[in-house]
């Protein structure tokens, strides 16, 4: 039996349930999906010619994501922020969207009231705290979920709360386009990707314990393209903050104009240091030619790689599937390396040492 198909293991280095998180990424998104549209939104914010979403770590991801997998499609442009300061297109035609998953991420909540002096129409996601206060109050419409589907309550393994949110908030003012089916279609999806990574299918069966064990041991770079690109940043989100594992992510092609020539320095770049690919059809041609060129590159410089070919049919159900697939991925690594997935030390650290400085 393989170290990852030991219950012992998860019994060990897992008493929050960040495995039942993971597992429950579909009840995240169907809850959130279905509670959205009991949300009154002024009809005034159909009137927007900007979104900013001010976010910080796993409470920006949603945007990301929504910002690479509807980038085509998304009628009105998406800007993701993330500090204490408003920008100047912050105006009284702007949606700003407020994304704090525990309601109290210090940045993001500091804004709030420059953007509202701003006149911008503004909109909270959260599970309560200050930005539930908030929105409670009458300050701001919004939506405070009860997080019943994220037993870890870790903001980066219940992204399935924010990412159905901001959908659906974007769906009801017309920027993009979805509905209950495309939903229904993705959650049938996950079913099947659960059963696919899910910590009861065997490693020698599962992809995402097998890529975990590839992936111990190294520094890692992901690298997508197009849709994807919100994916390798949350995928390097989850190795820093879920597996304690240094992460970077960077796009093809841009990645292919300066990088590569970094690989070649230090020489302990082939002992440290690892890729994987997340590759898909629905990639541009052009970008597809590049992933096989990039690969041959990294192997002529003695780099390891991984890579892992999506397989859903489009790009919504695409981005689901990596989204499941790196959750597993570095909960697994977490164990490999004897961790508590859930702990976050050294943030716990930054924010204790910051309430002594305020406090001084």
Known sequence: MHTLDTPALVKK?????????????GAQIEQAWREMKGVSIPASYRSID??????????????????????EELKKPLVIINDYRVPGIVN??????????????????????????????????????????????GKMPGY?????????????IGLGYSLAAHLAL??????????????????QHLVLFRKKFGFDTPFQKNSAKQLAQQLHGKAVAVVASQHLVGN????????????????????????????LEGLRLPVENRIALGFIFLESR??????????AITQKIVTNNKVAWERYRLTAPDKLTQALEALALSSYVTFYLALLNKLNPNLIPYVDFLKAQLKKTRSV
């Open 13 to 25: 280095f897992d008493p929050q349930n960040a495995l039942g998180s993971v597992d429950l990424l």
């Open 50 to 71: 900007t979104v900013v979403v001010n976010g910080m770590g796993g409470s920006a991801l949603a945007a990301h994501m929504i910002q690479s997998i509807f980038y």
């Open 92 to 137: 009284r035609n702007t949606l700003y969207v407020i994304s704090s998953y525990s309601g109290s991420t210090e940045e993001t909540v500091s804004t709030f009231t420059a953007a509202q002096k701003r006149g911008a129409k503004l909109f909270g996601i959260s599970s309560g705290a200050d930005v539930g206060k908030l929105v409670h109050s």
């Open 144 to 156: 405070i979920f009860n997080p019943t589907a994220n037993p870890s309550q870790s903001p980066r």
């Open 170 to 187: 974007l769906k009801r003012l017309g920027i993009l386009t979805l509905s209950d089916s495309d939903v229904r279609l993705v959650y």
């Open 232 to 259: 390798a940043h949350v995928f390097a989100n989850q190795l820093n903050e879920t597996s304690k594992t240094f992460a970077v992510h960077h796009p093809i092609p841009e990645l292919n104009h300066h990088l």
């Open 282 to 291: 629905l990639y541009h041609p052009k970008n597809q030619q590049r992933y």
